[in-house]
């Protein structure tokens, strides 16, 4: 862990018991990507906050680990992108970016493939060169399939890309990341992908995109200093007293935890890491190379040291298994189909009422968010509190 790092400290601060006024402007409940940024904001606005986190880093599902001189993705691969200008120019302010550009491999059976859909794509499937020859072989399959308004993840898959691609880049790799049919998944999830008719095998269509140098835990540990963070400091244990001692709660957590279950559980995908170091100088060429197949039990092979063009003798890769989340490991992404929104919905109406908490990022808002639209909520939030500065003062 950096230096930086705050000491992992279960202590409490001396609650302010002889005045009204809390000690904090804010409690900030989870110290990831959104309550970082809240509280760098929030410090730059000469606010006190106080940031716990029931693990004992900070950082969040960010948090790298140093292996053999390599920045490790604890949590698995984030490769930060945006085209939001003022996003870029926020975490440029707190670290340097590298210019890595994610293009990760497909492996389907021993073949290889270039992701995300593009021309480079089509090439090795179907032999075809120009855009024109790649469009009619996706149209005749999206024909032949039947589909005009596509309903699912199938529908929307095989409509942008055609049945072949369908089943040997998407169907398999689909159902193992989130355990549901892909006829049973909602349709956006797949418009993450770029589908592109030219020969190029950046995964984003973002204007900006990069790896901190020197790795994450320098964008956390920037975004965080100065303000009093407590690693190891868990909620919901001392909820009580923590809601106590600030003005307002800045809750990052599960929202279905946060009102303790109320209407029932909402469904989250976790991940479990297979991590092996490797005494050899570069295992597969690439940071990222998926397994699409339904056979293989993993969804991809993560070497790290790619993300920032590292040249150490050895190398860390990370094989990653998704399973459905059960209490006691990390959520990592909502599964947004139709039972979990309405039950979201009934969490959120009761959110909405409440004048003293912020709800932000992918757990709290049940939201497949990237990392630049959680910092973007963050600084239109801090817009909306300026704004209304001078006519309402913070709960
Ligand atoms: N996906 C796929 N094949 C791939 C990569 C992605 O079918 O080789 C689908 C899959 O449904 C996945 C979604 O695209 O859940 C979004 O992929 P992304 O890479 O954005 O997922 P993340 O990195 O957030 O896990």
Redesign the pocket.
Known sequence: MDKQHPTPNTQHPTPNTQHSTPQFDYLIVGAGIYGASFACKARQEGKRCLVIDRRPHSGGNVYCEKIEEINVHKY??HIFHTSNKEVWNFVNSIVEFNRYTNS?I?CHKGKLYN?PFNMNTFYTLWGTKTPEEAKAKIEAQRKEAGITEPKN?EEQ?ISLVGKDIYEI??KG??EK??GRKCTELPAF??K??PVRFTFNNN?FNDIYQGIPIGGYNKLIDGLLQGVETRCNADFFENRQYFESIARKTVFTGKIDEYYNYKFGQMEYRTLTFETQTLDCENHQGNAVV?Y?EREVPYTRIIEHKHFEFGVQPKTVISKEYPSEWKSGSEPF?PVNDDKNNALYQKYKDMADKETGVIFGGRLAEYK?YDMDKIIESVLNNFKYENKSKNHRMLP
């Open positions: 698995g691969a990760p497909a992701l993840l898959a880049l998407i790799y689909t990341q989130w999830i797949i993450r992908l995964y998926n699409t992404y497949y």
